[in-house]
């Protein structure tokens, strides 16, 4: 994404969260989201295997089974699911039609287990 098209324009530091979540967006991604109702849902997923990774999946409705929380997001209504851990920062891009979102710059975290996932 480049500076041109990057949108820093919010943070979750509420009290579910364990650090404050830095949230950018580009530009494609922001107009994907309002085209689409103007809400984005985040959650974590966990992929099967050896070593614990997850990645973020998107959504305009909400995962059935997850509670959210309305980050502070400006222009859209962005919401994150209540999870035991979050990156530092959360990059939204379009992608393939879709709004991709980034764990601290890449599509994978690897980690320990992800609680709720």
Do not use: K
């Not at 509670?67 to 209540?82: C, G, H, I, K, S």
């Amino acid at each position: 994404m480049s500076n041109d098209d990057a949108r820093d324009t919010g943070s979750a530091s509420n009290s579910r969260y364990r650090h404050d979540v830095r949230i950018s967006a580009d530009a494609a991604a922001i107009d994907l989201v309002l085209s689409r109702g103007g809400r984005l849902y985040v959650w974590q997923t966990r992929s099967v295997g050896c070593q614990p990774m997850s990645r973020l999946e998107t959504g305009p409705v909400p995962r059935r089974g997850r509670t959210f929380e309305r980050a502070e997001f400006d222009p859209f209504a962005l919401y994150l699911a209540v999870t035991g851990r979050w990156p530092h920062e959360l990059v939204l891009e379009a992608h393939r039609g879709r709004v991709r979102a980034l764990w601290d710059g890449s599509a994978w975290a690897v980690h320990g287990p992800v609680s709720g996932a």
